[in-house]
């Protein structure tokens, strides 16, 4: 059991390894495509820590904690009827419902 976990890390961790490196060398491939270096091209995501100050940028658009609390507020405002995230709750529930008695049956 010991190796079967052993190998099955070291392999994970490989295709992790090899996840960013492929990541690397697609980024590498596209600066090759252009021919030349472009200093508007720019990152899909970027962070920049400044102090205690964090700023993000995705797409090219700023993001600010401001507006993340304001897009929460909206979203709380707007209270919007979610048909398939209910359904999910309602199984989740009936599933470990069952699956509890199912395990008191096995264990009395």
Known sequence: MKMFMLKSIVIAALMFIAVLTGMELANNGIHKM???DDPNFQNAVSINENGQQLNAT???DE????DLEAKK???EEIS???FFSSMGKKMSEGLTTASEKLIELITD
């Open 34 to 36: 252009k021919g030349y």
């Open 58 to 60: 995705f797409l090219g």
């Open 63 to 66: 993001i600010t904690s401001h």
């Open 73 to 75: 507020k909206k979203l």
């Open 80 to 82: 919007a009827y979610n």
